[in-house]
């Protein structure tokens, strides 16, 4: 008695009733802020702009704002030596982002501004697809492509008093950089969210933030295989098993 051919296609009944039941399923993935460095109530190195982050995960993605109190523009922004894949700067606010950064301690550069207040923090994002278009604004709304995008917001101040976030806003406050010297003050503010269907997303701070500065970043989530993709793996591979066998 061959008891693979019988056994399997009770096995081929068995998982063309799984995959009914798992077809209308589907996995998402999800963005998870895994690390950050606010420098609340504290200057970073003021003379030469720097600051030290250490990355905590492979395939992350790296995103670091700052306010400085200058009006200069920013350049050069490297990270563990590494130049930004994108900036943008508005006012005295800018947001930057680096794909992959290599794990372990890094440290934060810029170039082309003055002497003065430099207020940075930073977020570490795990399941970004890192290869998807990463979308950008400055103002009060970001258009996101695809739904259910994840957001970062930062808004800078020239007052050492917290920007808030709009009473719309899908995005909330999380870290803050405050200066609380009384010769340059400044604040900086950044709040992430996720998106909803793809469209214009609200991203408002109050109308004290706007004069220095609002820039906006949303990223995609990496693809997760749907369940009965993965099933179908599964059976590929026991019909491979079955054909060896009955061979």
Do not use: C
């Not at 994108?86 to 950064?101: E, H, M, V």
């Not at 995609?220 to 009965?228: D, G, H, L, N």
């Amino acid at each position: 008695m061959n008891t693979s051919r019988n056994l399997f296609p009770l096995l081929a009944k068995f998982t063309t009733a799984f995959l009914v039941a798992l077809s209308p399923l589907t996995v998402h993935g999800a963005i998870v802020v895994t690390g950050g460095a606010p420098t609340t109530g504290v200057y970073a190195n003021i003379s030469s702009h720097t600051f030290s982050y250490t990355v905590q995960n492979t395939n992350s993605m790296l995103v670091i704002g700052f306010y400085t109190d200058s009006a200069d523009s920013p350049s050069g922004l490297t990270f563990g030596g590494v130049a930004a894949n994108d900036f943008i700067t508005d006012g005295r606010t800018t947001l930057a982002y680096w794909k992959n950064p290599a794990t372990g301690s890094g440290a934060f550069a810029v170039s082309g501004i003055a002497s003065g207040a430099f207020l940075p923090s930073a977020y570490e994002l795990a399941g970004v697809d890192l290869t998807a278009t990463v979308t950008n604004s400055i103002g009060g709304t970001i258009t996101t492509p695809t739904d259910n995008e994840f957001v970062i917001s930062y808004a800078g101040r020239n007052i050492n008093t917290a920007p808030t976030v709009g009473g719309t806003s899908i995005i909330d406050s999380n870290f803050f950089a405050i200066d609380t010297a009384t010769s340059a003050k400044g604040s900086l503010a950044g709040g992430t969210g996720i998106a909803g269907l793809a469209g214009s997303q609200d991203v408002s701070w109050d109308t004290h933030a706007t004069d220095e500065g609002r820039v906006n970043y949303s990223f995609q989530v990496q693809a997760v295989p749907e369940p009965s993709s993965l099933a179908l793996f599964g059976i590929a591979g026991l019909g491979l098993i079955m054909r060896r066998r009955r061979a």
